[in-house]
């Protein structure tokens, strides 16, 4: 019982990171119909400058964390100008493909500029249990949860609350109307890019304590988290998160409790269950054409 | 320039649609028959990878090309096609048999892929086929009586009616560029049939294709059928050009490769399928180059500029640290597949089509012919 309990936590602390890249791939679908596969790595880029600012020059933990996510809702902003408005509106496919070819270019560039080694970042969370009867639970862990919590409960206010997250919402309803109704559409997916980028930084950092920082880290939790968005619905907010904490739980057990082997498996055997029973994942609404 | 009249649907589906076809195709059938006894066998071992890579290029077209269902599992079935041939190798099944195998088992587990991506469009396809290319990896990681798990399986040197065909001599080229041309030939007068019609039908629109009394969820599985059988050819050889076989060389890497082959090519067309794969496979000899020549070409050129010796072989050293840097690779893949998408989504087919005109209409070419149209946005959410 006590293994399962333990397994549970770093299952959802896991989770939980799967959910925030989730989230990124969500956030940047609903505003505009492109799927980022990108998004992992941009995590690995914000991780790095995290590096850089934390390990190099020697900041503080939160002042290096706030400047690595302030640089990359830059980067992101940047990304979407050069890489997607120009394709914006034409098949998924090219749009895939080209954040594949973005994705490979941030990999190798980051591989080139700060070599292939796996990286730490020092955080105040890194050593430390909060131990409760026998059960022992990893700061680093607790923290990422509390952080996933917030940052979502954040976003919740920021799309329901303020006048840009209505914006942005209007703009993933219908874009021409949006547009024709004032709302300066390509300035509003920018924006939802830098946060898509931001949010990822805050993954990555989190991330930092548990795994390791190296240049494939994108790719490897890029394509667990493609599954979390899947299996949550594509487009839905909740659904990422609550996709991520799934595919997260059913990692850990499988790796604790079924032979070597089905760990890296499993959350893709039961996506594939999911969407047999489910095509438009767990929340995801169909919508249907009006003829 | 010739003008094509046709007065009926014979004229419009033949497969050479006038005499210059023949001349050109059989110009380049000499010079490729000529190959192998001109170039060095480094190159000739280069062509017998394009002729594997255009193939499953051509099996991919027709999914992704023609009846527009994304991919990202292909190497799997490149893996299933080279896993059969090494495990009926071993029991001295005869070359013949053992391939028609491949194509027979991976065109089976297509359709099996097929039949749960029916329900599935854009990008939960393109996630459940990524799942699938996982799962079969890990599965060849484990099955260990069959597969030789990690460590790998060997592949003895192919035989054909009792002679040997070692993997780099001449007659292994010709057996993967028959392979090539018979598949090219056959797809083509698959596309020419009703159900490469309906393939295309259900590319364009799906409901169209539907009203038009196209049974969809079954061209859909034919397609990946076809498509996966092709690539079982393809595995095969594969699994002999290799001479060795291991899960790690079937990643999601690889299937992204095959969709950057389709991509850079052309994705429309077959010829793009075959300049895809020319480009991929050249790319590493490529890089050689820059690594070698590039950084004695810039230093010769700054010293014809004035700089003196020491500052060229700054230069130099510099530009060699640059051209031989670990990921430079991924980074020039990366380059190029953002530029294409941006730029020439018809890829170098495309291209190639742009400067054919170009000498056609000579003095009366309208850049303005491809321009692409402002598309505003669709939502694919309710299709």
Known sequence: ?291 | MRFLFKTDYEDDIKLFPHSGYIVSYGILLAFLAIAPFVLSSYLVSQLVFVCIYATVGVGLMILTGFTGQASLGHAAFLAIGAYTAGYLQQYNVPFPVYFLAAGLITGVVGALVGFPALRLQGIYLVIATISFGFIVEEILARWETVTHGNEGMRVKTLSLFGAVVPRDGPTFYFLCLGVLILTIVGTLNLLRSPTGRAFVAIRDSETAARSMGVNVSLYKVKSFAISAAITGFAGVLFAHKMSFISPEMFTLQLSIEFIIVILIGGIFSLHGAVLGAIFLVMIDPFLTYLKDDLPVIIAGIAATFGADSITAGKIHSNVAAIASANGLKGAIYGVIIVLFVLFEPLGLYGRWLKIKLFFQLFPLYKRATFKRQKIYVKSERNR
Not at chain 1, 98 to 109: E, K, N
Not at chain 1, 221 to 231: D, E, I, R, W
Not at chain 1, 279 to 287: N, T
């Open chain 1, 1 to 291: 019982m006590l293994d399962f309990v333990q397994q549970l936590v770093s299952g959802i602390a896991l989770g939980c990171v799967y959910g925030l890249i989730a989230l990124g791939f969500v956030l940047i679908y609903k505003a505009t119909e492109v799927i980022n596969f990108a998004q992992g790595d941009l995590m690995m880029l914000g991780g790095f400058f995290a590096f850089t600012f934390i390990g190099m020059l020697g900041l503080n933990y939160w002042l290096g964390f706030a400047g690595a996510v302030a640089a990359m809702a830059l980067f992101g902003m940047l990304a979407e100008r050069v890489v997607v408005r120009p394709i914006l509106g034409y098949p998924q496919f090219s749009i895939i493909m080209a954040t594949i070819g973005l994705g490979y270019f941030l990999r190798s560039v980051v591989g080139m500029i700060w070599g292939t080694d796996d990286f730490k970042i020092e955080t105040p969370f890194s050593d430390g249990v909060l131990r409760i009867g026998s059960l022992v639970l990893a700061y680093d862990k607790l923290s990422v949860i509390a952080a996933t919590i917030i940052l979502c409960a954040l976003l919740y206010l920021f799309f329901n609350r303020t006048t840009l997250g209505t914006a942005m919402r209007a703009s993933s309803e219908n874009m021409l109307a949006a547009y024709y109704m004032g709302i300066p559409v390509k300035r509003v997916v920018s924006i939802v890019w830098a946060i898509a980028a931001a949010v990822a930084t805050a993954a990555g950092v989190l991330l930092a304590p548990i795994t390791f920082i190296h240049s494939n880290v994108g790719l490897v939790l890029g394509l667990k988290a493609f599954p979390a968005a899947v299996l949550g619905g594509f487009g839905s907010i909740p659904g990422a998160v609550v996709g991520g904490v799934l595919i997260g739980v059913i990692e850990s057990m499988a790796g604790f409790y079924l032979p070597q082997g089905w760990k890296d498996v499993a959350p893709y055997i039961v996506l594939l269950v999911v969407l047999l029973l489910k095509p438009e994942g767990l929340f995801g609404v169909h919508m249907r054409k009006k003829v």
